[in-house]
């Protein structure tokens, strides 16, 4: 059994939220747009990786997901992030910090999801 991607679904009470963390603030690009539909709804897409953004209040009070995004220049990632779009750094985790288990990581946060920024 082979996979070569997954792609998950994240819930938002306004898919803007999510829009603005994903496109704005990460920089994916939007694949396919429903976002004016009765029932919002897109893809978003960047280097290789995807992620389905849903408007449904109902099931973003239920899911409150985290993801891991890896990199090979966490430094970079976090002056862009940080620069422009301070509101997303998790005050847990809002500088780059070498954790106990060997990765350096960062957090961001819209409210919704987490974001765990790492590099090995």
Not at 23 to 48: A, M, W, Y
Request: charged share 25%.
């Amino acid at each position: 059994m082979q996979f070569s991607k997954l792609v998950p679904n994240i819930f938002y009470k306004d898919i803007r939220t999510g829009l603005k963390l994903f496109v704005d603030c990460l920089e994916f690009q939007i694949s396919h747009n429903e976002i004016e539909t009765q029932n919002p709804f897109c893809v978003l897409r960047k280097d290789g990786l995807g992620v389905n953004l849903f408007q449904h209040t109902a099931l973003a009070e239920e899911h409150n997901p985290e993801f891991r995004l890896v990199t090979d220049n966490i430094e970079e990632v976090y002056e862009s992030v940080s620069k422009r779009f301070p509101e997303f750094l998790h005050p847990n985790l809002s500088k780059v910090t070498l954790r106990p288990w060997g990765a350096k990581e960062f957090a961001l946060t819209d409210g919704q999801i987490g974001i765990i920024i790492q590099q090995w």
